[in-house]
């Protein structure tokens, strides 16, 4: 709070004349992030809609790097609304209650496991990448950890043209897609 009171040019006591204390200033700052997600309209179309959302919410969690790592504090609500948009899409689109818990718990997942992910693991360059890596790999002997290792230099040839965001959202979705229409 001090660093932050400083950065601002004010006295630390003035931030608490607006907030009780550094856990009430991370809510409030989730809360702004929360509500740079755009919600699915009434009565939506469940898997284009559901869809938009989790990219809207990705993107908003990627504006604010920081964010993922501590979107699971407690509600508010804006972070209520993002959750009740996705999980009310969800049922409406004739998903069973258990169905729609579970797609629910693998979206959400997905967009802030992938946000920070990318957070985490953001390299200026490719070199910095190979690096680490390399560096990685000395620690992975190829004959104790041959898939990890095979895994590795996928990633490293380039051979990785599907491993975004969009495409494993798509998996997600396909998938509740064939469970609603088998269940």
Same mark, same amino acid.
Request: one cysteine or more; proline letters at 4%; hydrophobic letters at 40%.
């Given at each position: 709070?001090?660093?932050?009171?400083?950065?601002?040019?004010?006295?630390?006591?003035?931030?608490?004349?607006?907030?009780?204390?550094?856990?009430?200033?991370?809510?409030?700052?989730?809360?702004?992030?929360?509500?740079?997600?755009?919600?699915?309209?009434?009565?939506?179309?469940?898997?284009?809609?559901?869809?938009?959302?989790?990219?809207?919410?990705? *993107? !908003?969690? &990627?504006?604010? @790097?920081?964010?993922?790592?501590?979107?699971?504090?407690?509600?508010?609500?804006?972070?209520? +609304?993002?959750?009740?948009?996705?999980?009310?899409?969800?049922?409406?689109?004739?998903?069973?209650?258990?169905?729609?818990?579970?797609?629910?718990?693998?979206?959400?997942?997905?967009?802030?496991?992938?946000?920070?992910?990318?957070?985490?693991?953001?390299?200026?360059?490719?070199?910095?990448?190979?690096?680490?890596?390399? *560096? !990685?790999? &000395?620690?992975? @002997?190829?004959?104790?950890?041959?898939?990890?290792?095979?895994?590795?230099?996928?990633?490293? +040839?380039?051979?990785?043209?599907?491993?975004?965001?969009?495409?494993?959202?798509?998996?997600?979705?396909?998938?509740?897609?064939?469970?609603?229409?088998?269940?």
């Amino acid at each position: 709070m001090r660093t932050l009171a400083k950065e601002l040019g004010y006295g630390v006591m003035s931030l608490y004349n607006h907030v009780a204390d550094k856990d009430d200033l991370l809510d409030g700052m989730l809360e702004l992030v929360a509500a740079e997600i755009e919600l699915p309209p009434e009565h939506a179309n469940w898997k284009t809609d559901v869809r938009a959302c989790a990219i809207s919410a990705y *993107k !908003a969690l &990627l504006n604010h @790097p920081w964010a993922g790592r501590y979107w699971g504090r407690g509600p508010g609500p804006n972070k209520n +609304d993002y959750h009740e948009a996705i999980l009310r899409v969800i049922r409406q689109g004739k998903f069973s209650e258990e169905l729609a818990c579970q797609g629910y718990h693998a979206l959400t997942m997905h967009v802030v496991g992938f946000a920070v992910q990318v957070a985490e693991l953001s390299f200026s360059n490719n070199q910095e990448l190979v690096e680490m890596t390399k *560096k !990685a790999q &000395l620690d992975m @002997p190829v004959d104790r950890y041959p898939y990890l290792n095979e895994h590795i230099q996928f990633h490293l +040839d380039g051979k990785d043209k599907t491993n975004n965001f969009k495409y494993m959202l798509d998996l997600i979705l396909d998938g509740l897609e064939h469970q609603l229409k088998t269940s």
